[in-house]
């Protein structure tokens, strides 16, 4: 027992717990975020006697007498100034891991009122954020010290809310404050908590599954197994064929499989009755690689299928082979990329809440509301009716929460149980579930005549999809289309095969193969500048696409093509550090935005006047923390000609909110961004002689379809996709120290309709992949188990990060979403080969795996 005070509340924990525990589900100061119960990531970062610590490894036995304040308990004005200082300075993209920076922040300004930014990033090395880069976290910082100081509150950049303005976002306020709902914040009268007892071997037969014991102990509600799924067996995002649980008799996958489920009135006692579930295997040998996988007498991680090939993808256009042999200089590599793990700060979790009809109610955080009501619907046996699913706050996702993970477990706890039930996943399960970015083996020949001009490009590719399809196909498909790169040319030939394996899945991640086959090519062309005689920015200008001219996939591209001008700005980054005797690499990258290739891609939104006399945005698309939310209010105010203050944006939900796809593929701000404006204008029609007043009730519905030509199609040019951002990266090595310098990105996103959120996507797609480049790591031992903890993936942390320029490129010329073509996920792709080569530069040495080895970065492989 021990007494202490919390916000200025004296309060006594009459038992021993974790102290992130007690201020969470005692007191429900839910500021205090849940991202590790490690001591790694700092999202439950507060303040004990005027210090910054971590809630997580404290125990409240240890707390008598002491001083702790969370983000609630600050003063209004301290309140005021975080939320305008992380606003203004765009630091706020998912939020989740906010409320801890804030903590930080105060406990540094509490005995150093004057920091540098040096200062500040050693203040923060604790805390994790993926999102932002932390660049514009030291930003937020500094301009919060500068305002105390000053002891009032600036004006603002700007308050239009115009397209075009580097407005704050609208959901900073509920996230630096800590009262905006993730899942995990959610607690309702008698909720209840399940989990699954997952597989012990990757790959085994399930003889028979005991559950005796654990039903029998006080305060278990039920404890499920396949026999009890009233629907569909299998989920799974295009292929079903992941098991929401593995029956007796069927064999396991990977060691994520669920064979039952436990629901229980508390964590404690869910967690021992797991350990009563009696699991009988016959355990089976495991498929460890594609090589093993490709292996004529592989065993099959699918036994109805006939071999261990995922996907295979072919894509030709003209003749790589002649092209080749008729060139001038020609090389060849071999490359491998490897495993990634998302990290995104939020656990995957799920509250399921039942319903009066006998359905369910999801609070979800994933990357599709709509894709989650399919997906749970069919497996419980109901109609939409009966299963309905709205968003919370989504704690990032980078393509890691398009797939289940606690959706479907929670939906059938509380559909057969009827008790409210919150799924959440362990840090620890939630490495092993949710799909990686693949591991890719890479073979890239490229021919290019005596003035650098590439002729031809062949190459070939491999990859671990794990044990699951997931989005294993599309993925090995963008990766083949994109890499021949943004450059103009015609004689190009990729083969690819994804394999199934005994690992955990691997699916979307940022950049959806791209980055992968990026690194390839763009290394390819880097010493191809150096074997014709001219400079890594001079080959890059020869072969670039410009408006009019044919891709390799034989798609004419249009006037709003900005890759030369992305060039053009990097230019006087690259002549200076030329001119300085620096290291310096530099890399390109185009990527599509929308799903394309002839599959259906809709964007929807409807837009209605509802009794407030205010116009509230519904559409099924995710906001996951790129700003999807602003984006569509800033489009509103512009194209409907009304004022923020009469506009509401909803959180994604399924019974009002029509279907707008998947938030991936940096498709949101262009589809649904069209389908919006679409709305906008039949809006502003009704009010030529209208007011809102007049209209409440009515709704005005917007709908575009990004049609696209399917892969392969037998037209002269094909059109793949409805647009491409183009970027070019730059990376400045600092020749003593071997460290990166400056870091400098110049993206094309057509129209910004938010300049400073541009900004921040840059700089978090970089400094993701900084991490991608030379220091994360997933390891996978013998029993196909991921054994790094999250503070061992290596991710990058603020005083890691060297300044990083971000330069948006506004290129016209795009009709569609004002033209807004988007930028999420190009600006994690061409990052590593830069890096790559500018480490070349310093010391000779081609590296052609990633991380990159034997650089200041680099780490022991575990």
Not at 121 to 136: D, E, F, H, L, S
Not at 339 to 347: S, V
Not at 361 to 383: F, P, R, Y
Not at 559 to 572: H, K, N, Q, Y
């Amino acid at each position: 027992m021990a007494t202490f005070t919390v916000n200025g509340r004296t309060v006594t924990a009459l038992e021993n717990k974790k102290l992130i525990r007690y201020l969470r589900d005692d007191l429900h100061l839910t500021s205090v975020k849940d991202g590790c119960s490690e001591g790694a990531c700092g999202t439950c970062t507060i303040l004990i006697d005027q210090k910054a610590v971590k809630a997580c490894v404290q125990q409240t036995d240890a707390m008598e007498g002491k001083n702790i304040v969370t983000v609630e308990g600050l003063s209004d004005w301290e309140k005021e100034v975080y939320t305008f200082a992380f606003g203004e300075a765009g630091a706020v993209q998912c939020g989740f891991c906010t409320p801890g920076m804030v903590m930080c922040t105060k406990a540094l300004l509490n005995a150093n009122p004057a920091p540098t930014r040096e200062e500040a990033a050693m203040a923060i090395r604790g805390n994790i954020c993926r999102c932002t880069g932390y660049v514009k976290i030291l930003d937020a910082m500094l301009l919060a010290a500068e305002i105390f100081r000053a002891g009032k509150l600036p004006s603002p950049d700007t308050d239009s809310w115009q397209v075009g303005a580097s407005v704050q976002r609208l959901d900073v306020a509920e996230k630096v404050q800590g009262y905006g709902k993730y899942p995990d914040d959610i607690y309702v009268e008698g909720m209840c908590y399940g989990a699954a007892v997952r597989s012990l071997y990757a790959r085994a037969r399930v003889l028979g599954i005991d559950t005796r014991e654990a039903e029998a102990l006080p305060g278990v509600v039920c404890v499920l197994t396949a026999k009890d799924i009233p629907g569909k067996v299998n989920v799974g995002h295009i292929k079903k064929d992941q098991p929401t649980l593995v029956a007796v008799g069927e064999i396991t996958h990977y060691l994520g499989d669920a064979v039952a489920l436990v629901c229980a009135k508390d964590v404690a006692v869910l967690e021992e009755a797991k350990k009563l579930v009696k699991v009988e295997y016959e355990p089976l040998p495991a498929v460890h690689n594609p090589k093993e996988a490709a292996a004529d007498d592989a065993p099959l991680v699918f036994e109805t299928d006939e071999n261990n090939i995922q996907a295979y993808k072919h894509v030709s256009r003209g003749d790589a082979d002649a092209a080749i042999a008729q060139s001038k200089y020609v090389l060849t590599e071999h490359f491998e990329t490897p495993w990634t793990e998302h990290a995104f700060l939020e656990p995957e979790c799920c509250v399921a809440l039942p319903l009066e009809n006998g359905g369910v109610k999801l609070l979800t955080s994933d990357q599709s509301a709509h894709t989650t009501l399919h997906e749970c619907a069919e497996m419980l046996g109901v109609d939409h009716e009966h299963c309905l699913v709205e968003n919370q706050l989504v704690g990032g996702g980078f393509g890691g929460k398009e797939d289940m993970s606690v959706q479907h477990h929670a939906a059938l706890l509380a559909y057969i149980a009827r008790v409210p039930v919150k799924v959440k996943l362990s840090r620890q399960e939630s490495i092993l579930i949710h799909p990686k970015r693949h591991p890719m083996w890479m073979d890239f020949t490229m021919g290019c005549d005596e003035n650098g001009i590439i002729r031809g490009v062949k190459a070939k590719v491999v990859s671990d999809t794990g044990a699951f399809a997931s989005l294993g196909g599309p993925v090995l498909e963008r990766a083949c289309t994109h890499a021949a790169g943004p450059y103009a040319y015609e004689n190009f030939e990729i083969e690819g095969t994804a394999y199934y394996t005994n690992n955990p899945p691997a699916g979307a991640f940022r950049g959806f193969g791209v980055t992968q086959t990026c690194f390839a090519v763009e290394t390819l062309l880097n010493m191809m500048a150096d074997k014709v005689g001219i400079s890594p920015f001079e080959i890059r200008m020869r072969n670039a696409i410009r408006p009019g001219g044919v891709l390799p996939n034989g798609q004419i591209v249009g006037p709003e093509t900005g890759l030369v001008e992305t060039l053009d700005a990097i230019r006087p980054y690259y002549e200076e550090a030329v001119k300085n005797g620096d290291p310096v690499g530099l890399a390109c990258a185009m990527k599509n935005s929308g799903v394309g290739v002839g599959l259906p891609d809709w964007g929807r939104v409807k837009l209605i006047v509802e009794e407030d006399a205010r116009v509230h945005i519904y559409s099924g698309a995710s906001c996951i923390g790129q700003g999807l939310g602003t984006v569509l209010t800033q489009m509103v105010v512009t194209n409907a000609h009304i004022r923020r203050e009469d506009i509401v944006y909803e959180r994604s939900n399924t019974w009002i909110a029509p279907d707008s796809g998947d938030t991936s593929g940096s498709r949101q701000t262009l589809i649904t961004g069209e389908a919006c404006r679409r709305a906008c204008e039949k809006l502003a029609e009704a009010l030529s002689d209208k007011t809102l007043s007049d209209l409440k009730g009515q709704e005005f519905y917007g709908e575009y379809l990004a049609a696209t030509d399917p892969l392969g199609a037998d037209v002269p040019n094909p059109v793949s996709h409805v647009a491409y951002g183009y970027a070019t990266q730059m990376c400045i090595l600092d020749k003593e120290t071997g460290k990166i310098k400056q870091f400098v990105a110049a993206h094309d996103v057509g129209k910004a309709v938010n300049p400073l959120s541009c900004e921040g996507q840059i700089e978090g797609g970089v400094v993701m992949s900084m991490g991608y480049a030379l220091t994360e790591q997933y390891p996978l031992d013998e029993n196909c188990r991921p054994t790094a903890k999250y503070g061992m993936l290596g991710l990058f942390r603020a005083p890691d990060v060297p300044p990083v320029k971000a330069i948006v490129v506004e290129k016209p010329g795009f009709a569609l979403a004002g033209g807004a073509i988007g930028i999420g996920e190009i600006t994690s792709i061409p990052t590593a080969p830069a890096i790559s080569d500018a480490y070349y530069r310093l010391d000779g040495e081609r590296r052609f795996t990633l991380p990159l080895e034997n650089t200041p970065y680099s780490r022991k492989k575990k």
